[in-house]
């Protein structure tokens, strides 16, 4: 089972397929990832080494045997491999473009017995055999066999009646460098971090539930964080409500074709 990506939704996947005891699963993941839920992704195993979300521990790999030795001993091997040429090698059944580009970034039919590409971007029947549906609302963790999911609207989903207020996002180009943590309950006005010299300020009074790592290279407009008005400190830490739709959505669109 490879899948690309290593973020948020893509550990989600990850999560509900290891749980499935379905165990050899390689995520392919850039080397400088920017997860903004960052305790709640796999990716983080880039630069850590390791991570854990909910009791699952994935592990940074370097080669072919050292992604055996991960299965071997019961993680999910992590490998930095943007271009993804492991896929020759490994021959996976089954294939999931979780990058939520919102594009195709060279994603085929011909890459695996099933290929199921997460959001907008994809074309079932055309370039993956299977689309799930990522945006919120009465179609979420729709399974497409024919056509594309929802255009990208460019508008977060709603949390606590916050929508696009409950993201933080960069005013202009340079290093972005933070004030505050992941958990750190925030008020409205305070400032969560700076890029270069401009602040990056909370709009809303809640939990900072999300933080891309201080220190990383970004550019204006770029989601540097998530507050979630709800308060739940807990929420940081467990998978959300849309990801675990959207990965038990991944988990049946595999066993109808393998149940089959």
């Not at 005891?21 to 850039?30: F, K, T």
């Amino acid at each position: 089972m490879v899948i690309k990506g290593a973020g948020e939704m893509a550990s989600a996947v990850a999560w509900r397929i290891y749980m499935s005891n379905i165990r050899q699963i390689l995520m392919l993941e850039a080397p400088a990832p920017q997860a903004v839920r960052r305790e709640v992704s796999f990716c983080e195993a880039v630069l850590d080494g390791s991570q854990t979300v909910e009791s699952v521990e994935a592990c940074k790999t370097d080669n072919d045997k050292d992604v055996r030795e991960a299965w071997t001993n019961g993680k999910i091997a992590v490998v930095v491999d943007e271009h993804w040429k492991m896929l020759d090698r490994f021959e996976p059944h089954v294939v999931i473009d979780a990058i939520l580009a919102k594009k195709n970034l060279g994603t085929h039919l011909d890459e695996a017995s099933l290929v199921i590409g997460l959001g907008p971007g994809f074309v079932a029947g055309q370039d993956v055999h299977l689309v799930i549906e990522t945006n919120r609302g009465h179609n979420l963790g729709r399974i497409i066999s024919s056509g594309a999911a929802e255009p990208n609207t460019g508008i977060p989903g709603a949390i606590g009646g916050y929508a696009e207020e409950r993201v933080l996002r960069a005013p202009c180009d340079g290093k972005f460098m933070a004030r505050c943590a992941i958990g750190d309950q925030v008020k409205k006005g305070d400032t969560i971090a700076t890029v270069e010299a401009d602040k990056v300020r909370a709009t809303i009074d809640g939990v900072l539930r999300g933080l891309i790592r201080s220190s990383s290279q970004v550019h204006r407009g770029l989601k540097l964080g998530d507050i979630d008005p709800r308060g739940n400190v807990d929420y940081c830490y467990t998978i959300s409500d849309k990801a675990r739709a959207i990965s038990g959505s991944v988990l049946e669109a595999i066993l109808r074709v393998y149940n089959s």
